[in-house]
């Protein structure tokens, strides 16, 4: 009930297009009624028992020995009941009348002579005005059928949009951790395939759910009206639609889960085989990768296979319980034609009705199919946006200082999520306002989750960080972030224009600026040296440039950012000794004047650090400058010895 009231919530703001077109909708069952009953009168007149008695001819012969013929009422045969007393039992028998008042009224217009075609090839005028009647109602039920699946289609694809920003929305306002939780490929498909589903229901299913009930509705009313007690037969063989019904919308709803399930299994390989497929080429992996992705792609066959077979066992179903339904009414009609309750031309309009039940029936099967996978796609949806976040701004936050005299951190310790491990343990230190602290150590002490820390990408699991004196929990998590910059070792590049990428969401910013930034970062002269210079393309993740160009871009960014506290997290590490030289430049100009946080494995580059953390499991084992570290002969000395082999004067 709770997922149907948020399935509902997307719909609400689009109440009155919803009715308006439920109305529409609803004028289309009537008109679908009205077809149905207009084929009273055809048969009826096929059958000569529309508006004059049948009669039969007999031979009698008279007194001379001739034989001569005389008409016998057609009635004779339904227990010599007069003709009019069928019609007045004739519950269609207004039908008949309104084509009669009808042609009375062509008669006075002077228009069935124009509608003559020869008396409708001898048929008489009945028929050109029963066809006309016919066609005028098919062409109102088209517009109204077409204005009514318009109007819904356009809230379908609203309710789309609307869920599709709300879940990208949520996605991006998602913590870190978040992230670590779900694979690419799984929420890349949540936003994608399951999204589908949803608008393959909105903009079409829904529509055919409302227009199908509606019409089964009606449909039943009218065969209630014509034989009351047939119909009432009728719904003690109609309810057995509704035990398969139910069992075939929960195996729909199982199949649906299990094939997204893998479907987003296999958009995650199939992302990493792109992204990464310099890797799989230079270790010939590309069979191993075609043989991953096959056996995924079987496992996403199997699911569907099974939607497959849950969905096309309901119509062989219905049809089966439809097929007695269609005897009995055949049966008991005949009965009712001999006795002379109903006409032929009403018992084909009855048995036109009970067939064209089943026919919204069967589309309501096929709807609600759609809508189950729709169903179970919303599910999945809101299992997202379920997750909570819990990297918030607080709910009263303080100002954020103008200038930030120190970073501190007091006894923190940290623990990633479901992981008891200590990455962190107690680690103090303090950084005032233009200091270059570097942190060092082995792979997997804790430097880049000590990092991490500062914007809040994780918040620490024991003690606090403070920006003079304040814990940085206490500020607006936006405003927090946008006082700092990072250039990490994998450089993230957007597929737009180089000035985009340094402006980065800033198209107010002026392009002096952004070549001010860019010469600071000893990237103007390569940019200007591209095609269309700050208005080129760098193609998906920087593709066109190389290591250090892209480096550049990155550290450009962070100059334009101005930010007064800085994280460089391996920032040279990946790049040639050519371009660490460039890069190693630019940073020095980005680090001036900020409070800078330096993690760096090439130990080359944080000898002019003001003070240098070296970390060992999680703890600060050992601080100072360069030259204090190197007199300890401690952890540091070994760290630097295993990279220069102790020769120290060869470092500049």
């Given at each position: 009930?709770?997922?149907?009231?948020?399935?509902?919530?997307?719909?609400?703001?689009?109440?009155?297009?919803?009715?308006?077109?439920?109305?529409?909708?609803?004028?289309?069952?009537?008109?679908w009624q009205a077809v149905i009953f207009s084929s009273k009168?055809?048969?009826?007149?096929?059958?000569?028992?529309?508006?004059?008695?049948?009669?039969?001819?007999?031979?009698?012969?008279?007194?001379?020995?001739?034989?001569?013929?005389?008409?016998?009422?057609?009635?004779?045969?339904?227990k010599n009941k007069p003709l009019h007393r069928i019609h007045s039992r004739d519950k269609l028998a207004f039908i008949t009348h309104a084509k009669d008042r009808l042609k009375k009224w062509f008669a006075r217009k002077g228009w069935l002579s124009h509608l003559n075609v020869s008396r409708a090839i001898q048929g008489g005028d009945d028929i050109m005005v029963i066809l006309i009647m016919m066609l005028t109602v098919f062409l109102l039920k088209g517009l109204f059928t077409f204005s009514g699946f318009y109007i819904l289609g356009r809230v379908g694809f609203k309710v789309v949009r609307d869920i599709r920003d709300d879940l990208y929305r949520k996605m991006t306002m998602q913590s870190v951790s978040f992230f670590d939780r779900y694979h690419s490929g799984t929420l890349i498909s949540r936003i994608t395939n399951d999204v589908f589903l949803i608008q393959n229901a909105a903009t079409t299913k829904i529509g055919d759910l409302v227009k199908e009930s509606l019409i089964l509705v009606i449909l039943i009313a009218g065969v209630f009206?014509?034989?009351?007690?047939?119909?009432?037969?009728?719904?003690?063989?109609?309810?057995?639609?509704?035990?398969?019904?139910?069992?075939?919308s929960r195996a729909i709803r199982r199949a649906t889960g299990s094939a997204q399930s893998r479907m987003g299994e296999l958009t995650n390989i199939l992302k990493e085989t792109?992204?990464?497929n310099r890797i799989v080429k230079a270790f010939s992996m590309e069979e191993f990768e075609i043989r991953k992705f096959v056996k995924k792609n079987y496992e996403f066959f199997k699911a569907n296979v099974r939607m497959v077979l849950a969905t096309a066992s309901s119509s062989p179903v219905m049809e089966f319980i439809g097929a007695i339904v269609?005897?009995?009414v055949i049966f008991y009609g005949s009965i009712q034609i001999r006795s002379g309750v109903m006409t032929v031309g009403t018992f084909v309009a009855y048995i036109g009705g009970v067939i064209f039940i089943y026919s919204p029936i069967r589309r309501l099967v096929k709807a609600n199919n759609d809508i189950q996978m729709a169903v179970e796609a919303f599910r999945r949806i809101f299992q997202l946006m379920d997750e909570e976040n819990g990297i918030q701004s607080p709910a009263v936050s303080k100002p954020f200082p103008k200038i930030v005299e120190k970073v501190a951190f007091n006894e923190v310790s940290f623990q990633y999520e479901n992981d008891e491990r200590t990455v962190l343990s107690n680690?103090?230190?303090?950084?005032?306002?233009?200091?270059?602290?570097?942190?060092?150590?082995?792979s997997g002490a804790g430097k880049t989750t000590l990092a991490n820390l500062v914007p809040r990408f994780f918040d620490v699991s024991a003690g606090s960080i403070t920006l003079n004196d304040t814990d940085i929990r206490d500020f607006d998590l936006k405003e927090l972030r946008?006082?700092?910059?990072?250039?990490?070792?994998?450089?993230?590049?957007?597929?737009?224009?180089?000035f985009n990428n340094i402006a980065y969401g800033r198209s107010d910013i002026p392009i002096a600026q952004v070549k001010q930034a860019a010469e600071m970062a000893f990237a103007h002269e390569f940019i200007e040296d591209m095609p269309d210079g700050y208005s080129s393309s760098i193609r998906e993740s920087g593709v066109l440039l190389s290591g250090g160009q892209r480096q550049r871009l990155s550290i450009a960014r962070a100059l334009l950012k101005n930010p007064p506290i800085l994280i460089l997290d391996e920032a040279t590490s990946a790049l040639d000794t050519e371009s660490e030289i460039l890069v190693q430049k630019a940073l020095n100009n980005l680090m001036q004047n900020r409070t800078t946080f330096v993690i760096a494995h090439r130990l080359?580059?944080?000898?002019?650090?003001?003070?240098?953390?070296?970390?060992?499991?999680?703890?600060?084992?050992?601080?100072?400058?360069?030259?204090?570290?190197?007199?300890?002969?401690?952890?540091?000395?070994r760290l630097y010895n295993m990279q220069f082999g102790g020769m120290d004067s060869g470092i500049q």
């Open positions: 009930m709770k997922l149907t009231r948020r399935i509902l919530h997307y719909f609400r703001p689009y109440t009155f297009q919803l009715v308006v077109s439920f109305f529409i909708l609803a004028t289309v069952a009537l008109l009168p055809v048969f009826d007149g096929l059958m000569k028992l529309g508006n004059t008695p049948d009669t039969v001819t007999v031979g009698t012969t008279t007194a001379g020995g001739e034989t001569v013929t005389q008409p016998v009422p057609e009635t004779e045969k339904l009206y014509i034989s009351p007690g047939l119909s009432t037969l009728l719904l003690v063989v109609i309810p057995l639609n509704i035990i398969p019904f139910i069992l075939i792109i992204t990464g269609f005897c009995v680690v103090s230190f303090s950084v005032p306002r233009g200091t270059i602290a570097a942190f060092v150590g082995s946008g006082h700092i910059g990072m250039v990490t070792q994998e450089t993230v590049l957007f597929d737009d224009t180089v080359s580059t944080i000898r002019s650090a003001d003070v240098i953390y070296v970390l060992e499991q999680g703890e600060i084992v050992e601080s100072g400058c360069h030259d204090e570290l190197m007199s300890q002969n401690g952890i540091y000395t």
